[in-house]
């Protein structure tokens, strides 16, 4: 029986991506994002950033992980997420430390598959924290809002965390010491809303602060999404293809920076 991972599936952004959980089989999360597909965090599993879980991998993960990989030669992605914020486990690292093992031991026809790792962006002002997603070859790290009203209305974080400028201060100072090797996409998940009196991360203000967040930052990736599952509240849905391309302007004309990558997908 599979414990820690999922698919591989085909994915928007990282193509074939084998899933690994690293928290336990309930979701625990720093955020109840409106959007969230996986539901919504409960009451008792919303937790600060500094709630520090101990869950290291059990001897299986380099078992179950050494026989799925055998079987998807043409893998582009072992992906750390899922579940919630994978950096609240403590042992995040060794579980990264067994995929590198076991990915290197393989004879991969083409390239071999990149390590990458999902976050909210909650927990990077913790220095120690940044020191562990800094390892991981592509950074996956949510910014959807640049303000503290768009911050708290989509992804409504615990009352712990910190407001939206240290949240960007922190993605900047990651960048800087992420190796030159890896790299950092900013993943911005745009919604709209049927709810009347709701007001969606798509609006302008909110777009351009954005793009004022992401010109300080200085990613390698920008990754304009929407949402594609069911999302925790059913008045969000996603924005068009034009939304997207069009928010992709505005990015391209602040950041003014032809080495930064946006995507839309
Ligand atoms: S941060 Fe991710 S897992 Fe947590 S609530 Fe938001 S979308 Fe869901």
């Given at each position: 029986m599979r414990q820690y991972t999922y698919g591989p599936f085909q994915s928007r952004?990282?193509?074939l991506s084998l899933g690994v959980n690293v928290l336990a089989n309930y979701k625990l999360c720093t955020y109840n994002c409106v959007y969230c597909e996986i539901g919504l965090t409960k009451k008792e599993n919303l937790v600060s950033p500094d709630y520090n879980i101990k869950l290291p991998p059990s001897p299986n993960f380099r078992k179950e992980l050494k026989s799925i990989l055998h079987y998807f030669p043409h893998l582009n992605s072992i992906t750390f997420g899922y579940n919630?914020?994978?950096?609240?486990?403590?042992n995040l690292l060794d579980f990264l430390k067994i995929a590198e093992d076991v990915r290197n031991d393989i004879n991969w026809p083409n390239e071999k598959p990149i390590l990458t790792l999902f976050t909210?962006?909650?927990?990077?002002?913790i220095d120690g924290i940044r020191k562990r997603v800094n390892q991981f070859e592509l950074v996956l790290a949510k910014l959807d809002a640049a303000n503290d009203v768009d911050f708290k209305r989509t992804?409504?974080?615990?009352?712990d965390t910190p407001n939206i400028e240290m949240i960007i201060e922190s993605l900047i100072k990651l960048k800087q010491e992420m190796p030159k090797t890896h790299k950092l996409a900013i993943q911005c998940l745009i919604y709209n809303s049927y709810k009347k009196d709701f007001s969606p991360n798509n609006n302008s203000r909110n777009i351009l602060d954005l793009a004022h967040a992401l010109k300080l930052i200085k990613p390698n990736i920008i990754q304009i999404y929407s949402t594609a599952r069911i999302p925790a509240e059913y008045f969000a849905y996603a924005i068009d293809d034009e939304k997207k391309r069009e928010i992709a302007a505005i990015f391209k004309e602040t950041i003014d920076d032809e080495k930064i990558e946006i995507n839309i997908y």
């Open positions: 952004r990282l193509g919630g914020e994978p950096s609240l486990n403590e909210n962006s909650s927990t990077l002002h992804n409504r974080p615990h009352h």
